[in-house]
């Protein structure tokens, strides 16, 4: 079958590939079907399951360690003070800050909200993570930061200083990502629920207007019947006037038009701004006349934050 016995050249076949693989893998298993998919393809014999398992932890330990050093060689002491601080538990607290960087995202309320955006902002304070990691594969980054989220802070702290300050970093800029993240999502989920309740709103208004819409067809339906018992034009101005007059004259009928004319469609845009102006600090020297701001139709501004 020209399969060639397990040697040297197995060896450097699996211990090559393994390398280039660890250099955006971490899981173990992953690794050793990456030795044994080219020791198969290079017609080698596979050796014992045990033999492939240290071969691929050896060589993910060592290409872990370039990573560790890497990194460890761009932090200053400023970057390394920050991050021992992450393992220290200050007196008027009960918890370290390496335990808020595992905090998870709550129900998307305002309150929430600006604890999204101040933990965003504290997490910028932390450094600049993106380039000590710069050159690492975003899976290992994701692997250390997984690792780190599992751990408590006396595990974290019997780890090597190398080892140690690239999890942190790692844990730091998976939970910046993440919280953009959720940031992004609350926002849509908060808008999606004032267009929710505009909708609903409108619908309100529809039912509270129905009797007046009923109302105004009944009185139309009266003047199609007048113009049909008539031809001249005069007397049936002068009937049409009197049925007006019956129903409550010109005006109160115009009102009752401007009062149900913006229920009609689907347009439910002019009925957000109640819901929206509540999730924004509004400033009263730049406050837009009320009336006239709630008969326009408007649309939430996605490109800013509120």
Known sequence: MKVTPYGKHALRTASSAIYR?????????????VGIAEMIKERCELKAFSTLDRLARRIRTMVNHQFFHVVLNRLTSDDKNTLDQLLMIPEDNHHSPYNDLKDVPKSPTKTHFQDLQTRLSWLSTLGDVE???EGIPPAKVKHFAAEARALDIAEIKDFSPPKRYIILLSMIYRARVTTRDHLVDMFLKRVALIHKRGKEDLELL???????TEYLISVFTEVLQASGGT????????QVRELLVIRGGIQSLLDVCDAVSPDNGNNYLPLLWKFCRQNRHWHDECRPNERLRERNTYSL???RVV
């Open 21 to 33: 693989a660890a250099q955006v893998m971490d899981n173990p298993a992953d690794l050793i079907n």
């Open 131 to 133: 380039r000590l990691l």
């Open 206 to 212: 529809r039912e509270q207007h129905r009797s007046k």
């Open 231 to 238: 031809e001249n034009d005069a007397r049936l101005g002068k």
């Open 301 to 303: 501004d996605a490109g």
